[in-house]
């Protein structure tokens, strides 16, 4: 059996990972040629190429059989909300601008930093240096019309370098960066009594705004700003657009920091790939337009066990790195489920049960599974894989209380409603191992 073909027994099916394809996206710049002539041509941009990002996206697609719509999906839901994605982020008691809209778009700002794409696998001397310095944004706009701020203006600089660089004495290098002698602490969130964070009030609406220093004004406006660590490894994307600043005003973003997330936490900020790809390829779509019939059906009538999946990464990870996340990341779920269902299994009261992270409830002849950390995503698939085991089982299905409390919670009846579910788990766990090595 190849390396691309993997097999695992459940209920007299093989469960596969076939026709895995692997290929490179890169921008058909030649295409685009035309339309940069006329931009050029009515003065919008001298070299709008210059604009377009070089790198090579990562495309995989592959087909999964002898499955089921909640292990499909289950994949499909991780791979968009349930792995890790590091970006950037700051405060807003961070941000300094001169610059009247700005100052009132302050969120704009750290949602634009949000979505700039980093280099996901970094090594550990690669963070160590992160670490031991700050990000900052310094960017005067010396033209006559707006510019763009993009991630080519973020600076590096070691603490105590960015300190002696700006003249800053303790308190304005405490408020304004969040670090004590080097050491993070809670970002301060108002300017207080010193000169450095003054706050300039330009309308009564009007609070994002702080007056920078003269000393600082000049250097942003001199271009002196040099890094002290080339940040190319870090940023894949030159011409990412962070902000556009007014002409005559000068943006500061002190603070910036890696941080970690996942989608169902903001997803705006935290997405890590393009272009998720899910379809059942054994089933005909329902034409509503044409009577029922064997080659008609609507989708209650139909159960796929063969789904096409895919997705196209931003050029800052590879395939073999996301797949492994994604695994990780449902087996982490699995671990949880089994973990928790055993030592309901375990105690004495069979009604009702509770951990920090789990509760049963037995009422009118059904369990009550509450998975508090888990939502939908792998509770769904273990819920289904409870009819391929016993597909005359009285009733299973999988709710959830809401979004916000990411509470997963499956209803059963079955005669061993734990044993069912442990032995869905354990398949659950076969299959996705067996996705992992297909790799």
């Known amino acids: 059996m190849s390396k691309a073909e993997k097999s695992t027994e ?48 990562e495309e995989v697609r592959f087909t ?11 994949v499909r839901r991780t791979l968009l909300n349930e792995i890790d994605c590091v970006t950037l982020s700051c405060t807003h008691a961070s941000i300094k601008t001169d610059d009247e809209y700005l100052a009132n778009k302050t969120d704009k700002i750290i949602d634009d930093l949000a979505s700039t794409v980093c280099i996901q696998d970094l090594t550990t001397e690669q963070k160590k240096k992160l670490d031991e310095g700050i990000l900052y944004i310094l960017k005067a706009n010396k033209t006559e019309t707006p510019i763009d701020v993009t991630v080519t203006d973020i600076y ?26 080097g050491e993070p602490t809670e970002t301060k969130k108002g300017a207080g009594e010193n000169e450095f964070l003054e706050k ?39 011409t990412q657009v962070i902000s556009r600043l007014t002409r005559d005003k000068t943006l500061f973003v002190v603070d910036i920091k890696l941080v970690k997330g996942k989608g169902f936490q903001h997803a705006g900020r935290f997405t ?20 029922d019939g064997p080659n008609n059906k609507r ?29 990780e990341s449902v087996l982490e779920g699995l671990h949880k489920m089994k973990t928790e269902i055993e030592s309901y299994k375990n105690s004495p009261n069979k009604d009702f049960h509770e951990t920090p992270e789990f509760k049963v409830e037995f009422k009118d002849g059904i369990h009550h599974f509450y998975f508090k950390t888990l939502y939908l995503t ?57 996705l992992n090595e297909a790799f």
């Open 378 to 434: 792998v509770p769904m698939a273990v819920q289904r894989e409870c009819f391929e085991i016993d597909p005359s089982i009285n009733f299973v299905t999988v709710t959830n209380e809401s979004y916000e409390k990411r509470v997963g919670i499956i209803k059963i009846n079955h005669p061993d409603s734990t044993g069912i579910l442990l032995k869905a788990i354990d398949n659950c766990q076969k299959y996705i191992k067996i």
């Open 64 to 74: 999964i059989e002898n499955t089921h719509s909640g292990f499909a999906n289950c």
């Open 272 to 291: 890590l790939l393009d272009n998720i790809y899910y379809a059942p390829k054994d089933v005909v779509p329902y034409d509503m337009y044409k009577p």
């Open 10 to 57: 459940s209920k007299n099916k093989k469960f596969h990972v076939k026709d895995i394809k692997i290929g490179v996206r890169n921008l058909d710049r030649k295409k685009l040629e035309k339309f940069a002539d006329l931009i050029k041509k009515h003065k919008l941009h001298p070299d709008p190429m210059s604009l377009l990002p070089n790198i090579s996206q």
């Open 156 to 181: 590096y600089m070691k603490k105590d370098e960015f300190k002696k660089h700006y003249a800053l004495n303790k308190q304005a290098y405490e408020e304004l960066t969040g670090f004590v002698d």
């Open 200 to 238: 300039q009030k330009i309308n009564a609406n009007n609070y994002g705004s702080f007056k920078i220093p003269e000393h600082i004004k000049l250097r942003a406006y001199q271009e002196s700003e040099k890094s002290s660590l080339n940040l190319d490894f870090l940023f894949p994307i030159k």
């Open 299 to 327: 989708s209650i009538e139909v159960s796929p066990s063969v789904f096409e999946l895919g997705f196209l990464t931003r050029g800052n990870i590879k395939v073999r790195k996301v797949i492994d996340l994604c695994c």
